[in-house]
């Protein structure tokens, strides 16, 4: 396998484009951004699958629900005050 032009650090996922490469294997690459110089933890980027999409999935669901529960307790509270009244 040829050298790639660049990896993708798994722990921040910059492109790093200073490694050493042998063999068809990283053999030392360290992350600029976050300092990573875990061979282990790069990926080639045809390899690589942005793991992102998923937790903003989650984080929009959770501000909805958070939303939902914000209205039932207005709601909730504009009861109580009618009953008091």
Same mark, same amino acid.
């Given at each position: 396998?040829? !050298?790639?032009? +660049?990896?993708? *650090?798994?722990?921040?996922?910059?492109?790093v484009?200073?490694?050493?490469? @042998?063999?068809?294997?990283? !053999? !030392?690459?360290?992350?600029?951004? *976050?300092?990573?110089?875990?061979?282990?933890?790069?990926?080639l980027?045809?390899e690589?699958?942005?793991?992102d999409?998923? $937790?903003?999935?989650?984080?929009?669901?959770?501000? $909805?629900?958070?939303?939902?529960? +914000?209205?039932?307790?207005? $709601?909730?509270?504009?009861?109580?005050?009618? $009953?008091? @009244?």
């Amino acid at each position: 396998m040829a !050298r790639p032009d +660049y990896l993708i *650090c798994l722990e921040c996922e910059s492109e790093v484009e200073d490694f050493i490469w @042998r063999d068809g294997e990283i !053999r !030392r690459a360290t992350c600029e951004v *976050c300092g990573n110089s875990d061979v282990d933890a790069f990926s080639l980027p045809e390899e690589f699958e942005p793991e992102d999409d998923e $937790e903003d999935v989650d984080d929009e669901q959770t501000e $909805e629900d958070d939303l939902e529960e +914000y209205d039932e307790e207005d $709601e909730d509270s504009e009861d109580e005050e009618d $009953e008091e @009244r």
